[in-house]
């Protein structure tokens, strides 16, 4: 079963916002600025003000861990987002194809380059509403966008690959002489 697909910076933006959310960078770092900064801040404001100082300074620290740092950190990781993608290589974006032979074997091919995997090489598979991650690692994955497929082929792909846990062949033991 083979299909081909474009794959574009809005998909590679899907995968990375994929592993923000996974890893929790956002939320984790968020929950501990809206507790540490407006405390920071109150510190500093009851040593220069005492308790109206505090006061002011416990306000400003909220405002501000909860309306500008959240959206900061959005941009950072938009940014470092955006230099990725001017870092890519060739073949990144643009056509592809990804195949899943009969005897289990996934290839995907672009422009650029061909890989192939074995079947127990894929650790999981995410799907959202338009994308599957065909994930090989915690960051590392092949992207299927799920747009409009008219022979359903994409879906397919997914499913075998996300029927049951991979079959993991232990390396052979080493040769000694």
Known sequence: ???????????????????????????????????????????????????????????????VAILVIPQTMKATFSKRFDQMLAAAPDGLMGPHTLELTDDAELVATTSASSCRWVRSAVRSVVTTDEHAFIKFGPENALILPLRPDPAGDRRRIVESLSSGPPVIIPPPPPQTG
Not at 13 to 40: C, K, T, W, Y
């Open 1 to 63: 079963m083979q299909v081909a697909y474009e794959l574009t910076e809005r998909d590679l933006r899907a995968f990375f916002d994929h592993l923000v959310e996974e890893q929790g960078m956002l939320s984790a770092f968020n929950r501990r600025v809206l507790l540490l900064f407006p405390i920071v801040t109150a510190l500093v404001g009851w040593l220069a003000f005492e308790w109206i100082g505090a006061l002011f300074g416990l306000a400003v620290g909220a405002l």
